[in-house]
């Protein structure tokens, strides 16, 4: 009898090895595959975040479905089961993605449950995605800490989403905005969010994933403009420098950025060659962006200057089983049972703090000291107060930053 597995995915002609697609050319647990999405309106009612990952070497896949509102509630939803023989099917409990075109078009959902979170959206992509981090490798003590490869991407949304009982109808022409990455590689996820309990402890300097650096402000992005796309990540340091950020940060320079035009422009895609943050304030001094201003330099010197509104609640994503997020804090990746579902509703009307039903407060994420976590944001030009985006934003307060503390 033969050991492996046909998949459909083996119809495709893009085999690297003799292998099926049952399997990876990695044997680490901590092998994983899948896709961040984030759908937001301009209004900032609902901020949503669901992802679907597979991790072929613990025999898992898991999804999340997490979504503030205005009215201070996070609801979180978190499915898991066994990974094979179902491989071909990227459907968990609830949750379900459907490719109908790659790089292009995707419709993905969460069937109706007693969590009160449902959703059914078709993502249209507008512009190419940017290759963000092109198989990055990052080593400690000589040891391979992980390497990762991932894209990102812009979207134009129509469907629906239901949240504690209310309802949203929209259509491409509501001006919806999708933000989505799709990355795969060797993590921090498959074995839990513990240490290598057999490796040395490490002893140099440096960051166990690129790009975060700190103390200071770390900027990320992916904004969907009416006739382009814009991605970049920066930190403004506590020195008053800056330096690029991110997953597939090069280090050379002052912020990493692309900005490619919607499908059917012939204008080439550029990026960003300087950076400059102004005025930004934070909600009642804790570390929760309300607004600012960047300056950005184009190549030929012109400055694009925006104005930033945060326009929603954040979401957490320890709700989607980062770091602890799990009812057993064991992290991502994890077996725990053939199928299994769990979620819960969170307090989030205080603007850094978590707290249950109950009223506990919850931990704080361990994300290397940072205050962290993603909101919907609402970019201006304020020489051309047509020229509005809106998108992801991540501004992430490490250690200290102008008096904000992270905690």
């Not at 509630?73 to 978190?78: A, E, I, M, P, V």
């Not at 092109?134 to 391979?144: A, K, P, S």
């Not at 129509?158 to 109808?169: D, L, N, Q, T």
Request: glycine share 12%; net charge negative; aromatic share 12%.
């Amino acid at each position: 009898m033969p050991t492996r597995v046909l998949t459909e995915a083996d119809e495709l002609p893009r085999h690297q090895t003799i292998s099926t697609f049952d399997t990876v050319a990695n044997s680490s647990p901590e092998w994983n595959d899948g896709y961040w999405f984030c759908f937001g309106d301009p209004a900032g009612e609902v901020n949503l975040i669901t992802g679907i990952r597979l991790y072929h070497n613990t025999n898992v896949i898991d999804a999340y479905v997490i979504v503030s509102t205005q009215e201070g509630k996070q609801y979180n939803l978190r499915a898991s089961r066994r990974l094979r023989p179902r491989i071909d099917d990227i459907v968990v409990g609830p949750f379900w993605q459907e490719i109908i075109r790659g790089l292009h078009t995707i419709r993905l959902g969460c069937d109706e449950n007693p969590h009160q979170v449902a959703f059914d959206v078709l993502w249209e992509s507008t512009a190419p995605p940017h290759d963000e981090a092109t198989g990055v490798q990052n080593y400690r003590d000589g040891r391979l800490m992980g390497e990762r490869s991932n894209y990102v991407q812009v979207g134009a949304l129509s469907g629906w989403v239901e949240v504690g009982g209310k309802r949203w109808e929209f259509t491409v022409e509501d001006g919806w905005a999708g933000a989505r990455d799709h990355s795969w590689g060797q993590g921090y996820t498959g074995v839990g969010e513990k240490p290598n309990q057999y490796a040395a402890p490490i002893v140099t300097d440096g960051k166990t994933r690129g790009g975060w650096g700190g103390p200071g402000m770390r900027h990320w992005g992916l904004i969907k403009f009416p006739d382009r796309s814009l991605f970049y990540a920066f930190m403004r340091n506590s020195d008053g420098t800056y330096s690029e950020s991110g997953t597939g940060a090069r280090g050379a320079g002052a912020i990493h950025s692309v900005i490619d035009h919607n499908y059917g422009s012939d204008i080439p895609k550029w990026s960003y060659t300087d950076v400059e943050v102004l005025d930004h304030e934070w909600v009642d001094g804790w570390p929760l962006l309300k607004r600012g201003r960047i300056n950005m330099t184009r190549p030929d010197g012109v400055i694009d200057r925006f104005q930033v509104d945060v326009v929603s609640k954040p979401v957490h994503m320890q709700g989607g089983g980062y770091w602890a997020g799990w009812n057993d804090q064991l992290g991502r990746g994890i077996y725990r049972g053939e199928e299994y579902v769990e979620g819960e509703i969170w307090d989030i009307s205080h603007p850094v703090k978590i707290f249950t039903a109950d009223g506990e407060e919850v931990p704080p994420t361990p994300a290397e000291g940072a205050a962290y976590w993603e909101v919907y944001a609402l970019y201006t030009n304020l020489d051309d107060p047509n020229d509005v985006g809106l998108g992801i934003l991540e501004a992430a307060i490490i250690g200290e930053y102008e008096g904000v503390e992270s905690r």
